[in-house]
């Protein structure tokens, strides 16, 4: 068993963002052209994961050189992203990070990256969370309530059901808590709420599957 996988994405995170995200002792899985991006950051991933369709030429290069290269068809039914968290799972790993960003174009990446967090395959898994560029997302599963001791007083967050509707949402420490409701699916209920202080922010849920997700900046 490992403490921490990481994933790195195709989308392009700073590499600032991915230097400081990754803990000492990870194992680095490299979703297709995130190789590029761990590579840029200093990182040397373990295991490159993907069709290999959009890594530069160096990176490819690089990749059968030094590290495990699993390789797939370019036509497929899942995303790298998808298949390096399979690989991520086989480590039966604690934490799971997945850190990538959005490049503005490809909306549907981002949502398939984000919604892969939550999917059944990742329940074993004690913290699943994720840097997408300078925003924070974390899964929230059943009998799993997460505190969120760093999310200043005046921080907005928001609490979305992402995989069907949920049922028990119990959000404390905010200026707008929520007491065992039931949270429709991509309702804007848990939009843009706010931590209050004190006490930290607590988010759980009964059954379903809740997505929390903190945006950059600072306290209002």
Request: proline residues 10%; negative net charge.
């Amino acid at each position: 068993m490992r403490d921490t996988v990481v994933i790195i994405t195709g989308s392009a995170p700073s590499p600032d963002m991915v230097r400081t995200q990754v803990p000492p002792g990870a194992v680095v899985v490299a979703a297709d052209s995130g190789l590029d991006h761990a590579r840029a950051a200093g990182l040397a991933p373990d295991i490159v994961v993907g069709d290999l369709d959009s890594v530069s030429p160096e990176g490819a290069a690089w990749a059968h050189e030094h590290g495990e290269v699993r390789s797939s068809p370019t036509d497929k039914a899942t995303t790298d992203t998808e298949l390096a968290i399979e690989v991520a799972l086989s480590y039966v790993p604690r934490r799971l990070i997945v850190i990538g960003g959005p490049d503005g174009t490809r909306l549907d990446h981002t949502l398939a990256a984000l919604g892969a967090l939550g999917q059944p395959s990742t329940d074993v898994v004690d913290v699943v969370e994720a840097w997408w560029g300078a925003t924070y997302v974390r899964v929230v599963r059943p009998s799993d309530a997460v505190t969120f001791a760093d999310v200043e007083p005046g921080r907005t967050f928001s609490v979305l059901a992402l995989h069907g509707g949920a049922t028990g949402v119990t959000v404390t420490g905010a200026r707008w808590p929520l007491d065992a409701v039931e949270l429709p699916p991509l309702s804007g209920w848990g939009v843009s709420n706010e931590a209050a202080a004190p006490p930290p922010v607590t988010v759980a849920v009964d059954r379903g599957v809740l997505t929390v997700i903190v945006p950059p900046g600072e306290p209002t």
